[in-house]
């Protein structure tokens, strides 16, 4: 992966963590045990510190950033979604933030909550545990209930799995020029589309 330095700070990845190839990470970004860190996102800690806690995924073309002094913090088992941009906020322990939503300056996800997809979340911004927050500027609709919470949790063990998964097998190849027969899907928990499916 693309990993700077500036004025000697090194980025730190524990060797259980997953960070793609494509991923920047920049100054002091601390990724810790379990983590997943997808293509093209961009971690850059120049100003203020990054960390991400244990179990937690930050996915494609996510941005972290944080003014000078302040951190960046995505909470054990949290969960940042495609093209999200997190900025100086907290996400806290079990969380979500949906794709392309926006978390801005001394914001704080609390635990359980799920911020809906494109989102804008305001400064200083504050919930109790089990929100649903949506809309722009965003607020909070109504609690979550446990199934939503569960539906949550396991989304972030998938990402979790897929860190073992690219750890182990994730490699950079050439395109083949057609399909092999039989060509095997790659492995999903059992999921088939509906086309695939028996009656």
Request: proline content about 7%; overall charge negative; hydrophobic content about 40%.
């Amino acid at each position: 992966m693309p990993s700077y330095s500036i004025e000697g700070v090194v980025p730190v990845v524990h060797p259980s963590a997953y960070v793609h190839p494509t991923a920047v990470l920049i100054g002091d970004v601390w990724i810790g045990p379990d983590c997943y860190v997808g293509p093209a996102a961009s971690l850059r800690a120049d100003f203020g510190r990054i960390i991400l806690k244990q179990g937690s995924n930050v996915q494609d073309t996510c941005v972290m950033h944080a003014f000078p002094g302040m951190d960046t913090v995505v909470e054990k088992n949290g969960h940042v979604g495609h093209g999200a941009i997190l900025h100086g906020c907290v996400v806290g322990e079990d969380a979500m933030v949906g794709m392309n939503a926006v978390v801005m300056d001394e914001a704080h996800i609390a635990p359980r909550s799920i911020v809906g997809a494109c989102a804008f979340v305001k400064a200083k911004f504050t919930c109790e545990p089990g929100s649903l927050i949506v809309g722009s500027p965003a607020k909070v609709m109504r609690m979550l209930s446990d199934k939503e919470i569960a539906w949550k949790r396991k989304g972030t063990e998938e990402y979790q799995r897929l860190t073992l998964r690219s750890l182990a097998s994730l490699e950079e190849v050439q395109p083949l020029s057609e399909a092999e027969t039989d060509r095997p899907r790659v492995d999903a928990s059992g999921y088939k589309p509906k086309y695939e499916q028996s009656e």
